[in-house]
């Protein structure tokens, strides 16, 4: 399949069969790309301001963006750690259900609905919403606030100071954080979480008839557990080690300072 490519400046609007995989990397504006029932995309340019666009589609993978912003997570941040420019764009992406999407942002808004593919957020400073999804999903954010809604499947998350919350049918996370809040509700009949956070609270809601298997460790932060906070047994340090019911949901966490707390929400849905 030949390459394709447009050089967008303004408001425009571009179809397109055949995508197998988007890859959107914005710096500042908005995007969204929400699925549709179509076999087509359907690409939407409302503004651009600055440089252009860069529109290409080569071997089914359509990228939007520009040449800085569409490589991978640490190729993406390191390009734009000092990066100054004024490029902005508003853009809208209709996609099928079964695509895969990366959609990252520098400061620019985003949203990341209904997909029910392999997916991955990525943001600087920007605010990302992702909702309705299936699959694995990736998030990433340096410090912009990322909210997954409705998610089904398994969940990646990598935060330096941006607070993440995560919201749906979870069933594996992994989640590392420096300083930046972790908030994640499962209501999944079975789930495992493997967290890790220097100063940031890590919270996980569970399903309420769901047994658990925790193990805890955190410095000088608190640990509390359906309710009941443990203290630890030596100065400098708490852990917890405790299974009760099925063990259905288990928990790993560490921390330096920031607390750790365990909660119950309504009953697991399949």
Known sequence: ?????????????????????????????????VAHDE????????????????????????RVGYAFTLGGWEGFLET????????????HVA???????RLGTVSADGL????????AVSTVSGSVVVDGTRGRLSANTVSGEIAVRDHRGDLRITSVSGDVAASGQLVVVQGTTVSGALT????AEASSFTVSSVSGDVTVRLPLDKGLRATAHTVSGRLVVDGQEYKGTSPGQKSVDLSSGDGSCYLTANTV??????????AATA
Do not use: K, Y
């Open 257 to 266: 300072s920031g607390h750790v707390t365990v909660l119950r929400g309504v």
């Open 39 to 62: 076999p087509g995309v359907r690409l939407e340019v409302h503004s651009v301001d600055g440089r252009p666009l860069e529109v290409t589609l080569s071997d089914g993978e359509l």
């Open 184 to 187: 994640l509700d499962t209501a």
């Open 1 to 33: 399949m030949p390459t394709e490519s447009w050089v967008v400046d303004g408001p425009r609007v571009i179809e397109l069969e055949q995508v197998t995989a988007v890859r959107v990397g914005l710096v500042a504006g908005r995007v969204d790309v």
């Open 112 to 119: 990341l609905a209904g997909v029910q593919q392999d997916c």
């Open 95 to 101: 996609v099928p259900r079964e695509i895969a999407v």
């Open 80 to 91: 734009v750690r000092n990066f100054r420019g004024r490029d902005r764009a508003d853009v």
